[in-house]
């Protein structure tokens, strides 16, 4: 491999400068910048995702950086396909692994759920006909739905059943029947997922995150395989994908996220733009 190249990378300082050249002065200032972890405030239009991927790409074709050991953490499975394309049109052949909170932490538990013969638990994948069932509410009544959307902020907010009275209070929530009987409904909801084996969509992010925690040799081989972190829509991150992301980041990791704080338009749902502000 010659000198300043990285595996999977069809580059050489004229394309890396091509490259540069066709962004403008605050973009390439994102770009080359040596800080880490890095934050990159941008607006609406602004460009977020092709600073992303330029800068993914630049240190990879300057050495500093290699493709394979990448996680770029992006909100839907639309935006990890049009980043990775990006990045392919920049020189970058696979390697890269992209995808959602979600997905990413599904894979990380597959893998090691095989590796330790566990038998994987079924993904419940949609959770309001199992909370109708526990709500016990008359046909085409909408309580179910507003129960799962109250159970998922305080999923996300890491919130559990005994506190989440006194949280909802204070967030001023307002779901159509008591909040004592949400709880209930809350607490149900989770020993009846354990009893049947069950896991959500935020039990991935928690699990995914406790495994990390629990086994400091099983972190340190994760945290070498994906050394270089970069999180599209940083605004978007609740307390739940928050303590996952730090659990991602080792002693030696590097981090760069992207975000607008007035796009923030998700706080209803547990995310937390003071991790992006502040």
């Given at each position: ?132 069932r526990l709500v016990g509410t008359g046909r085409g009544s909408t309580v179910p739905l507003d129960v799962v959307a109250e159970i ?106 992207v975000g607008d704080p007035n796009q923030a338009i998700y706080a209803w749902n547990g995310a937390d733009a003071t991790y992006l502000?502040?």
């Amino acid at each position: 491999m010659a000198a300043g190249t990285v595996a999977g990378v069809e580059s050489d300082p004229a394309t890396n400068d091509a490259l540069l050249r066709t962004m403008n002065a605050p973009q390439r200032s994102a770009v080359l910048s040596s800080a880490s972890p890095l934050r990159i405030l941008a607006g609406a239009g602004s460009g977020k995702t092709r600073v992303l991927t330029h800068r993914i790409a630049h240190r990879a074709a300057e050495g500093s950086l290699d493709p394979n050991r990448v996680l770029a953490v992006t909100f839907t499975r639309k935006a990890a396909g049009e980043l990775r394309d990006r990045l392919g049109r920049l020189g970058l052949r696979g390697g890269i692994h992209a995808g959602t909170f979600h997905s990413i932490a599904y894979a990380q538990l597959r893998q090691r759920w095989e590796e330790r013969g566990v038998r994987p638990p079924e993904l419940l994948e949609r959770k309001v006909g199992f909370i109708a069932r526990l709500v016990g509410t008359g046909r085409g009544s909408t309580v179910p739905l507003d129960v799962v959307a109250e159970i998922e902020w305080a999923a996300a907010r890491r919130i559990s059943p005994e506190q989440y009275v006194s949280h909802a209070r204070m967030a001023r929530r307002t779901p159509p029947i008591e909040l004592s009987r949400v709880a209930d409904i809350y607490d149900r909801f989770q020993t009846e997922k354990r009893r049947k084996r069950l896991v959500d969509f935020d039990d991935l992010l928690r699990l995914a995150a406790r495994d990390l925690a629990a086994d400091p040799v099983y972190a340190s081989a994760r945290h070498w395989r994906f050394r270089h972190l970069f999180v599209d829509e940083f605004q978007d991150v609740n307390p739940l994908q928050h303590a996952l992301l730090s659990a991602w980041l080792g002693p030696e990791s590097d981090l760069c996220v992207v975000g607008d704080p007035n796009q923030a338009i998700y706080a209803w749902n547990g995310a937390d733009a003071t991790y992006l502000v502040d």
